[in-house]
């Protein structure tokens, strides 16, 4: 199956990036590039972005194989991290290039993503502490000239691990940690049950000896 691309605007596209990569990185023929879209200038440069005076939004575009990672499980993880309710905002960062946008790229692309939109909406609706607002604002519009970021910007968090990521995206980063600990105790765990089941080995081979010379 040939190789598609999603892309995704939900806030500074430094963290939005790392948590992609993060979650799908290890599929095979899964890679992104941080950029701008939905503007109205050719190639963009990062100051005129900011300045708000294209329109464009930061955002991640990514290339996936639709075999690996469904289209639906990238717009249902891009919803988890990130408030697709505030408009033009994400926690401190605010301006049109923060909007919560999915730029689709195909007429499937456009039905999946409005359809689990409705569905995440309906969560919303059952459970008011999911985001800070009430209706999602999030654009579904069709994908036009993705313009790659500056070099410096793509994976920078990789680049500059303490950088910044964004608020829900930090919040993402903590569940990670309570996760890694969690792996941590288990693997602690396991490494005491092998010592212990070595420790009754031992001791189970040492009074078979003993008992044989004991027979002697």
């Known amino acids: 199956m040939a190789i598609e691309k999603a892309a995704f605007a939900a806030g500074c596209f430094w963290g939005v990036e790392k ?22 200038k050719s190639d963009p440069s990062y ?12 955002a991640v575009e ?24 505030t408009l033009n905002r994400q926690g401190n960062d605010s301006g ?31 459970n008011k502490k999911l985001y800070s607002g009430d209706k999602i604002v999030t654009e579904i519009t069709e994908a036009g000239t993705f313009y790659n970021a500056e070099e410096y910007h793509q994976d920078y968090l990789t680049k500059n691990p303490h950088g910044y990521e964004g608020v829900r995206l930090k919040n ?26 070595r420790k009754i080995e031992d001791d189970e081979k040492k009074k078979k000896k003993k008992e044989e010379e004991t027979l002697d």
């Not at 992609?20 to 590039?33: A, C, E, L, V």
């Not at 100051?47 to 930061?58: I, K, L, Q």
């Not at 289209?71 to 919803?79: D, G, K, P, Q, S």
């Not at 049109?96 to 909406?121: G, L, M, N, W």
Request: glycine residues 6%; proline residues 3%; positive net charge.
């Open 172 to 197: 993402i980063s903590f569940i990670r940690s309570i996760e890694n600990k969690i792996e941590r105790t288990r693997r602690g765990n396991l490494q005491a049950e092998f010592g212990l089941a």
């Open 96 to 126: 049109t290039q923060y909007r919560s946008a999915i730029f689709y790229h195909s007429p499937e692309q456009k039905e999946i993503a409005e359809r689990v939109t409705k569905e995440v909406q309906e969560r919303a609706n059952n």
């Open 62 to 85: 990514i290339n996936f194989n639709p075999e690996n990672i469904s289209y639906a499980t990238l717009v249902e993880f891009f919803y988890k991290i990130h408030d697709p309710t």
């Open 47 to 58: 100051r005129e972005v900011c300045n708000g005076t294209t329109n464009h939004a930061e």
């Open 19 to 40: 948590v992609f990569r993060r979650n799908f990185g290890k599929n095979k023929d899964f890679d992104t590039r941080v950029g701008y879209i939905g503007g109205n």
